[in-house]
């Protein structure tokens, strides 16, 4: 049955798309240190779901990623505190 619309015969005007998308392709690999790198900086659910290419991830991965940047902190305190403490150690070991 072929359908008019004004004037126009229906199945000649559609257009058929081919889907070219062959699914999403992960930023990182998974259970990587890029991977909880990257969730640190994601800030919306999309990065969240390009990070990880829209696959199954666990919340340990989300609480590892939140712990990341205090563990940075406190590394950078140490390393701080290490080179006064060596230094210190060596201006004492001149006199």
């Given at each position: 049955m072929i359908s008019y619309a004004r004037g126009f015969k229906g199945e000649s005007l559609v257009k058929t798309k081919e889907k070219t998308f062959k699914g999403v392709i992960p930023v990182t690999g998974s259970n990587s240190s890029d991977c909880k790198e990257a969730l640190v900086k994601a800030t919306t659910h999309g990065e969240i779901l390009?990070?990880?290419?829209?696959?199954?991830?666990t919340s340990d991965d989300m609480f590892k990623a939140a712990e990341l940047p205090a563990r940075k902190a406190k590394i950078q305190e140490l390393e701080k505190s290490k080179k006064i403490s060596v230094s210190t150690h060596q201006n004492q070991a001149q006199i």
């Open positions: 390009t990070i990880t290419g829209d696959v199954h991830f």
